[in-house]
């Protein structure tokens, strides 16, 4: 059964950084590209970044480029987002999602979601 | 980032047919095929419910469909149940290792 756990998330001050976590578990995870999107407090879907399975191609949102940085340890089975520099607009439930193939496609599973607060 | 566009909002009645919108451009929904949707419910994780424009992840009810047309994608759900009633979102794969959803569409079963 693929299992998504995330962890790291919390209440944290503008400016601030945060790392948060995905765990995975019941897929081999280094035949996916794994995702982060969020979901801001009664607002729609936003797609953060992605990153194939040998971490070769990443993609980040405009809204976080430069500050955010996507990363996976597949000896960990792991995948990773390290948010600097965050902003109100951060706020947001954080999903980590699989793809449905070693490139960037879609979020077949996803995680339960971690919340980040950014507020002072 | 996404210019993914879907209503705001449908309904229908029980049994009825809806069928949701999603429109880009010739640079997304019109250039790939890895259209996708999801269903999400309150305080819940979305739903993988159709991948790759028309193809349903196995468990997922035959009554949820998926087509495309040029720039615009579409899903239509079948004989609806109250269980329908949910939020619905589309995403694309559109290019340079970026993907993007539209804002997503409220579904009441009235």
């Known amino acids: 059964e693929v299992q998504l756990a995330e962890s790291g998330g919390g209440f944290v001050q503008p400016g601030r950084s945060l790392r948060l976590s995905c765990a995975a578990s019941?897929?081999?995870?280094?035949?996916?590209?794994m995702h982060w999107v969020r979901q801001a407090p009664g607002k729609g879907l936003e797609w953060v970044s992605s990153?194939?399975?040998?971490?070769?191609?990443?993609g980040y949102a405009d809204s976080v480029k430069g500050r955010f940085t996507i990363s996976r340890d597949n000896a960990k089975n792991s995948l990773y987002l390290q948010m600097n520099s965050l902003r109100g607009e951060d706020t947001a439930v954080y999903y980590c999602a699989k793809d449905s193939g070693p490139a960037m496609a879609e979020f077949d599973f996803w995680g339960q979601g971690t919340l980040v607060t950014v507020s002072s | 980032q996404s210019a993914l566009t879907q209503p705001a909002s449908v309904s229908g009645s029980p049994g009825q047919s809806i069928t949701i919108s999603c429109t880009g451009a010739?640079?997304?929904?019109?250039?790939?095929?890895?259209v996708s949707w999801y269903q999400q419910h309150p305080g819940i994780a979305p739903k993988l419910i159709i991948y790759e424009v028309t193809n349903r992840p196995s468990g997922v009810s035959n009554r949820f469909s998926g087509s495309k047309s040029g720039n615009t994608a579409s899903l239509t759900i079948s004989g609806l149940q109250a269980e329908d009633e949910a939020d619905y979102y589309c995403s694309s794969y559109i290019g340079g290792n970026t993907l993007g959803f539209g804002g997503g569409t409220k579904l009441t079963v009235l």
């Open positions: 010739s640079s997304d929904i019109g250039a790939y095929k890895y």
């Open positions: 990153i194939s399975w040998n971490s070769g191609n990443i």
């Open positions: 019941g897929f081999i995870f280094d035949d996916y590209a």
